[in-house]
């Protein structure tokens, strides 16, 4: 699963569907646990809807005291150029709150000043 594209893993899942009636996600939850299981449904769920997954992954790394600096850091960066927006919107309508305003509340000094500009607010 790790060296597919998203693409070709879209169309596994699909032909997994078709022969088995039953969905990649039904199958792992049936057979695996633990870390392996948590691994797995992290990377169908990223696949298939990668937005909600990093939404909900930004959402995490602010969440309770203190901040995942290197999470937050790491996702705002690498899905600034590919489908930033996408995931803004999916944050908003998840947590009624803009992505830009809970990075503002979160964030200080230059980082934050930073990040606001990378998700599109000074």
């Not at 039904?26 to 691994?39: F, I, R, T, V």
């Not at 705002?76 to 947590?95: A, C, G, H, P, T």
């Amino acid at each position: 699963l790790a060296h597919a594209s998203f693409d070709q893993l879209e169309i596994v899942f699909e032909e997994y569907k078709k022969l088995s009636g039953q969905t990649i996600e039904q199958a792992m939850k049936s057979e695996l646990s633990g870390e392996l299981y948590e691994a797995l449904s992290a990377i169908v769920e990223c696949v298939q809807m990668a937005p909600h997954f990093f939404a909900k992954r930004l959402h995490k790394a602010m969440d309770g005291a203190g901040t995942d600096d290197e999470k937050l850091i790491r996702i705002i960066v690498s899905r600034s150029e590919i489908d930033l927006q996408n995931v803004k919107d999916e944050f908003e309508q998840m947590y009624n709150k803009t992505l830009l305003s809970a990075v503002r509340n979160e964030c200080s000094g230059d980082y934050k000043r930073a990040l606001c500009a990378l998700i599109g607010g000074a």
